[in-house]
């Protein structure tokens, strides 16, 4: 006698010898008598009253609700890669987790059930859904393609169909079975727990009602960490208190933290993570561990964040809280009137401060993963506090390997730990979570991961989700290939994950939306990534599970299919946020070269370098500026470049290599060639022009060649005629400084008197910021020089003290070192030698302080020769010579033909008088070559002595204070 099957999915019995159902058109069963057990979650989903919607509404406005009812739960269920077992005209039972077991599954049927729930009303003409969960493990059968079959009969089932009764309208419960399942992933937003006796079940059930759930902060503690007990013992240890953990990607370096914070627990653990920060924006690692330390957001205000800073006993002056205001983000910050250098040291310094005081209050161990993306401010932070001899925590780094990493630990106190790959007999026991695997696809796991366990891992997720198929498709050959077979394995959710990889490796939900505005249930696809451990939830938005994953993704896009993304994006971005693309201009620059969008590159690379610029981050700038003036001259072929963007872009890339290289640095030279060639065909406005100008005339007069500025002057002054003030301004002060160094003190007063009545702080007082220094506070130091020239000691004191005050008035405090060298050679020349002496030594000092190299090398080069001067023959001269080798090497020669004169002067003191005569006779040819004539007085004495001197052939005697001049 034949044995009847019925079908698993309607029980209608199924035909003999039938592939499929004839009533319902489910697979049929390859083999009723071999069961297997899975653990599912089991959905029940009813639409709430569907009699009375029946009694109330016309049969077709009934039947279109009942098939919007079933088309949003299939939707939604096969969203969370659910599936859809059975439907009963306004009832739906469905299950989770046929493809894996576990927590994942029962975190996908909460939030399938959630989803539906919410958006119920809207698409079912304001019907509701009660929803009930259960979890447990279900008999499933096979089919005849492998396809498991749950047995549609049971405890979970029937439990599942209870607990929905239980629901509220348009609410979901689940049972304490599926609850127990999600310690890990999440935290359910719970609404009420009870137990109660449902109908047909022995025991009560404990019913819990959810609103919500919040994704945990995912890390790899939940993996068993193998072989590592050495490294552990290593980090906490006493023998050092500065690590650096170092290995390839994949290796787990990141897992070994997770287990440090683990063992060495309440002791706290501060982690730092410059995952996702590839725009190399300064400190983004550090802000955001400082903000949420501080529980800070975008619209803290001033006040809230000097109490955070007060807690962990920092007090600040107004400037020093709004600088810290505008490196944390928060919207009431405004421009701080410092120049970008010293905003960059200050800021380093705050932010070494907090984070010495937030670590040290805690008591916390320091954790600063994925340093070889730190940016260049993040890496001085941590310098400071290795070589703070106070800062006694323990500090760990994580780092592949990298000229970063090896230029740190090569310079500071690091105990650098290796890790190795794990052994085949660890990587056996990491493989033991998947049961499915048969013992030769173990082995092929094994020896494809050589010890790397991210791509072990990896490579046994593929084989999971490969199935019986994982014997017979071959494995790939990498982590990338891997992680790009996992990809595809996603199904619709593959677009999603290529498309999110566009965006970054963190992910904020919003531009997620804005890169994917036609998926309407994204939201949904945005929580099954993240249930299933592709997206993990962190306080910025989503991060891809290893960074790998998202390059890999990345790397699948076609070129043409990546370009348009990323211009889709910086459109959107543009117009739905304009205040992110204000405030991180480098994100939108970033999109557009990588759209490779002609039309927008320059101007956002623009707005990106004067961002880095501002921020004295010249490295970033310079990339920047260099991409928009290659593409400007690929797209013309080796033709004349006619975009008005060009002149600016030549300018400030001038700009950022004369302030990172120096201006003898050959790269320097090469720029200021070509913009001096480019200022006479590119397009630009007057001002870009200006600007410009300015530019190549300082690079000029510090170079010492005072004829060739003239011809800048002269352009500048055409600009100007009726023109702006502004534009005024920026000719005037050039035009002074050209008179002054050209030795017509007279004609250089007359224009500096002119700029004086031009000049208005509150419409140029924050030019320093473009310029590098003050129109104002230039002519009053020049001032100084043409006072005193007539006797006026008086008065060049004066000019020099109201150069001071208006810098500190307007913050400009950068230029601060040379007003005192500057003034004291003004002193010099008046024979006021000890007020000559105080002002360059005080220049010394605020150019030590602000770490200003160049300041530092001229004062000191100044402070020589004022020790000649008075009377040092013995160490002073060789100092001397040796600043101005210094200074001309980086192409500072302004002066030179004064220097060399003042060393003619000793060597005649010291009996060499041809090498005197030498130098007299190089310096006179620079004179006439370059006509710089400010020390032409005091040249003329030197060379009358000099050949005095040789005509009676005898020494001249020692500068010093019988020199009536300079007592």
């Not at 727990?193 to 939940?222: M, W």
């Not at 050092?240 to 914070?261: D, H, R, Y």
């Not at 060049?796 to 008035?809: F, V």
Request: net charge negative; hydrophobic share 45%.
């Amino acid at each position: 006698m034949m044995q009847v099957v019925n079908c698993l999915a309607c029980s209608e019995p199924l035909a003999q010898g039938a592939s499929f159902c004839g009533n319902c058109g489910a697979e049929a069963v390859l083999d009723a008598q071999n069961p297997e057990l899975r653990v599912l979650t089991i959905q029940f989903i009813d639409l709430v009253g569907s009699t009375a919607l029946a009694s109330a509404s016309a049969l077709e406005v009934y039947d279109d609700t009942i098939a919007a009812f079933h088309t949003l739960v299939n939707e939604v269920v096969t969203t969370y890669r659910g599936t859809v077992l059975q439907r009963y005209g306004d009832g739906v039972l469905s299950c989770f987790g046929l493809g894996h077991d576990g927590e994942d599954s029962a975190l996908s049927a909460i939030a399938a059930g959630l989803s539906i729930a919410k958006s119920a009303p809207v698409k079912l003409n304001g019907q509701n859904v009660r929803v009930g969960i259960d979890s447990g493990q279900v008999m499933c059968r096979v089919g005849q393609s492998g396809t498991l079959f749950p047995q549609l009969a049971g405890l979970h089932v029937n439990r599942a169909a209870r607990l929905q009764e239980q629901a509220p309208t348009g609410g979901v419960v689940i049972s304490g079975e599926t609850r127990s399942f999600l310690s890990r992933l999440a935290e359910l937003d719970i609404t009420r727990r009870e137990k109660i006796a449902l109908k047909g079940i022995d025991a009560p059930v404990d019913v819990i009602g959810v609103a919500g759930f919040t994704f945990l902060e995912q890390s790899d503690t939940g993996r068993p960490l193998l072989e590592r007990d050495r490294e552990l013992s290593i980090l906490t240890g006493r023998s050092a208190k500065t690590f650096a953990l170092i290995g390839p990607a994949g290796i787990g370096k990141s897992a070994v933290l997770s287990e440090l914070t683990r063992r060495i627990a309440p002791t706290p653990v501060l982690s730092l993570n410059a995952r996702a920060n590839l725009s190399q924006t300064a400190l983004l690692p550090v802000v955001e561990a400082v903000r949420g330390e501080l529980s800070l957001t975008d619209a803290s205000s001033l006040p809230s964040l000097r109490a955070g800073l007060s807690g962990i006993g920092i007090a600040l002056s107004d400037q020093d809280l709004n600088l810290m205001a505008n490196v944390l983000g928060l919207h009431e910050a405004t421009p701080v009137s410092l120049p970008p250098e010293q905003q960059k040291a200050r800021r380093i310094d705050l932010m070494t401060d907090a984070l010495r005081k937030i670590v040290s209050h805690k008591a916390a161990t320091l954790a600063f993963d994925d340093f070889h993306w730190a940016d260049e401010e993040s890496a001085a932070v941590l310098r400071n506090l290795i070589e703070d001899p106070d800062f006694t925590n323990r500090l760990i780094i994580t780092s592949r390997r990298s000229d970063q990493i090896t230029a740190l630990v090569s310079e500071t106190a690091i105990h650098v730990v290796d890790l190795q790959p794990l052994s085949d007999k660890a990587a056996k026991d990491a493989l033991a979570p998947y049961s499915d695997l048969t013992e030769v696809t173990r082995r092929t796991i094994i020896s494809g991961a050589e010890g790397n366990p991210l791509f072990l891992l990896a490579l046994a997720e593929r084989a999971r989700q490969l199935g019986k198929q994982a014997g017979d498709v071959p494995l790939p050959r990498s982590i990338e290939a891997t992680f790009q077979a996992i990809i595809n394995g996603l199904g619709p959710l593959k677009e999603v994950v290529q498309c999110l990889s566009v965006l970054g490796r963190v992910v904020d939900p919003d531009h997620a939306r804005l890169l994917l505005p036609d998926r309407d249930s994204l939201d949904d696809e945005l929580r099954v990534l993240t249930i299933n451990g592709i997206l993990h939830a962190r306080r910025d938005g989503l991060t891809f599970d290893h960074a790998l994953l998202r390059d890999a993704a990345y790397e699948m896009l076609p070129g043409k299919r990546r370009r348009a993304l990323h211009l889709q994006f910086a459109d959107q971005l543009r117009q739905h946020d304009p205040a992110l693309v204000a405030k991180l201009p480098e994100l939108l620059a970033d999109h557009v070269l990588a759209a490779k969008a002609h039309d927008q590159i320059p101007s956002a690379c623009i707005a990106a370098g004067i961002r880095m610029l501002m921020a004295a981050n010249f490295d970033p700038a310079i990339t920047y500026l260099e991409s928009a003036q290659k593409d400007m001259e690929n797209q013309v072929k080796g033709q004349t470049v006619t975009r008005e963007e060009y002149l600016p872009v030549l300018s400030l890339l001038a700009s950022a290599q004369v302030q990172r290289l120096g201006f003898s640095h050959p790269t320097v030279l090469d720029s200021y060639k070509k913009l001096e060639s480019a200022v006479g065909y590119a397009k630009g406005t007057d001002r870009q022009r200006m600007i410009t100008l300015y530019g190549l005339f300082a690079h000029r007069i510090i170079s010492g060649d005072v004829t060739a500025s003239r011809e800048l002057v002269d352009q500048m002054k055409t600009l100007a005629a009726n023109g702006s003030d502004e534009l005024s301004v920026l000719w005037l002060v050039n035009k002074t400084a050209q008179r002054l160094y050209s030795g017509d003190f007279a004609a250089a007063a007359a224009s500096s008197d002119a700029l004086k009545r031009l000049y208005r702080v509150e419409d140029h007082g924050m030019l320093f910021v473009e310029l590098g220094a003050d129109p104002l506070a230039s002519v009053l130091s020049a001032d100084a020089h043409i006072l005193v020239r007539k006797g006026d000691k008086t008065g060049a004191i004066a000019a020099i003290e109201a150069a001071k005050a208006h810098l500190n008035t307007i913050g400009a405090t950068a230029q601060l070192p040379w007003i005192h060298i500057f003034g004291a050679q003004a002193f010099f020349e008046g024979g006021h030698m000890p007020l000559a002496l105080r002002e360059v030594q005080t220049g010394i000092d605020i150019a030590d302080e602000q770490s200003a190299g160049f300041w530092s090398l001229i004062g000191r080069l100044w402070q020589s020769l004022l020790w000649i001067y008075d009377g040092n023959l013995d160490t002073a001269p060789e100092a001397f010579e040796g600043y101005i080798s210094h200074a001309s090497a980086i192409g500072a020669q302004l002066n030179l033909p004064f220097y060399n004169a003042v060393l003619a002067r000793v060597r005649a003191a010291r009996g060499d008088l041809d090498g005197a005569q030498a130098l007299i006779r190089d310096a006179a040819a620079l004179i006439e070559k370059r006509g710089e004539r400010e020390w032409q007085s005091r040249f003329e004495a030197i060379r009358a002595e000099i050949v005095r001197a040789i005509a009676q052939g005898e020494a001249v005697g020692a500068f010093g204070s019988k020199n009536p001049k300079l007592t």
